[in-house]
């Protein structure tokens, strides 16, 4: 087992982060959400249904779709190594970051998700790396560290 100091292998190019709890909490609370939904509109009786005007149910649907659009955005966060970029999904964004761009990750305690740090710079965020999914989350920014820091443009 390495220390903690010790630097991980670089995974084999390609290789795709995702974030854990986000998925299982979209996926969960989306349907959970669902089947309550569901259950009060057939729980009412005929006369209470009938009360809903179209207006109102277009907005129900249309509250829908937006959580639905919402839990896809945030389902869809990833980071994939690839051997000439980099490429981070955040929400409907999608960044192709040659290595050359990329200086560093960093996941501090408490932070929400990882943040690269880029050679003009700035940052973005990298929500594949959840600071809630703890372990895997820092193995993850560890990997990606450790393929940052390989010397030489040619070598990822």
């Known amino acids: 087992m390495p220390a903690a100091s010790e630097r991980p292998a670089p995974p084999v190019l390609p290789h795709t982060w995702r974030p854990m709890g986000v998925r299982f909490a979209v ?9 309550v939904c569901a259950a009060a509109w057939f729980g009412f009786d005929d006369e209470t249904r009938a009360k809903f005007n179209i207006l109102q149910r277009i907005t129900l649907v249309v509250m829908g779709g ?3 659009v919402i839990g896809w ?13 980099l490429v981070v ?5 999608t960044r192709r970051l040659e290595w050359e761009q990329v200086l560093g990750v960093h996941l501090p305690a408490g932070a929400p998700w990882a943040t690269l740090d880029l050679a003009d710079g700035t940052t973005i965020s990298a929500m594949a790396f959840q600071g809630s999914d703890g372990k895997v989350a820092r193995d993850g920014v560890r990997q990606l560290r450790a393929l940052i820091d390989r010397d ?5």
């Open 27 to 35: 996926v969960g609370f989306g349907l959970m959400l669902l089947v």
């Open 66 to 68: 937006g959580f639905a």
């Open 73 to 85: 955005a945030l389902g869809r966060a990833r980071v994939t190594a690839e051997r000439s970029a």
């Open 89 to 93: 999904v955040n929400g409907f964004r």
């Open 152 to 156: 030489g443009p040619g070598d990822h």
